[in-house]
């Protein structure tokens, strides 16, 4: 992991190059591939479950009035989506 405590996709190829013995090459396109999955299973609307590590859920945000905190005007804010993230019981005890 590099210095500044932060897990990047390099970081994920080279603990897989290290633990599973693909090259950093596979590993790296491994890793692309799980993120591109994730990525279009989301976009597709759908909600991405990976046991023991938590749920990525797709919400449809109704639209609202919000007030700008600058100058207390109101303004509308559209109805969007949003991909959220819920860490599994297990994660979160390990973070805890």
Do not use: C, W, Y
């Amino acid at each position: 992991m590099g210095t500044d405590a932060t897990l990047t996709r390099a970081d994920l190829a080279d603990i897989i190059k290290q633990q599973v013995g693909l090259s950093r090459s596979d590993a790296s396109n491994f890793i692309e591939s799980l993120m591109e999955h994730i990525l279009s299973a989301a976009t597709a609307g759908e909600n991405v479950k990976i046991s023991g590590f938590g749920t990525f859920v797709v919400r449809d945000k109704a639209p609202r009035i919000g007030r700008n905190p600058k100058t207390g005007v109101e303004a509308e804010i559209s109805k969007r989506r949003v991909l959220t993230f819920r860490a599994s019981q297990g994660m979160r005890s390990r973070v805890s």
